[in-house]
């Protein structure tokens, strides 16, 4: 069964700290060689905040996000992580979790490269 749930988004003060979670099946995790972490704002496309090589410790961020925001994971629990800090307004968006059956690395930003996707997560960052 191909699942991704997101959790732990909601409303936060600029400055502030989330943590998404990104919990998968076992089908979905262990058919997945990288998973990433997206945002979509009202009216804007959606773009690549994280990945993650679940193989081995790559792990890749958006210019606008490196430094606030931290990609993991949990074998264990078939989950990975977004810890967001720093939070700022401009960071608000849905979040989704995506997970690939590629080993992505330069191309890890691109929404086609991933088969599944979770429902979102909504971050809303006031100032």
């Known amino acids: 069964q191909v699942q991704l749930v997101e959790s732990g988004g909601g409303s936060v003060q600029a400055g502030g700290s989330l943590r998404l979670s990104c919990a998968a099946s076992?089908?979905?995790?262990?058919?997945?060689?990288?998973m990433g972490w997206f945002r979509q704002a009202p009216g804007k496309e959606r773009e690549g905040v994280a990945g993650?090589?679940?193989?081995?410790?790559?792990?890749y961020y958006a210019d606008s996000v490196k430094g606030r925001f931290t990609i993991s994971q949990d074998n264990a629990k078939n989950t990975v992580y977004l810890q967001m800090n720093s939070l700022k307004p401009e960071d608000t968006a849905m979040y989704y979790c995506?997970?690939?059956?590629?080993?992505?690395?330069?191309?890890?930003?691109?929404?086609?490269?991933?088969?599944?996707w979770g429902q979102g997560t909504q971050v809303t960052v006031s100032s």
């Open positions: 076992r089908y979905t995790y262990s058919s997945s060689n990288s």
């Open positions: 995506a997970a690939s059956s590629l080993r992505l690395t330069w191309n890890w930003y691109r929404p086609t490269m991933y088969n599944y």
């Open positions: 993650i090589y679940i193989g081995g410790p790559s792990t």
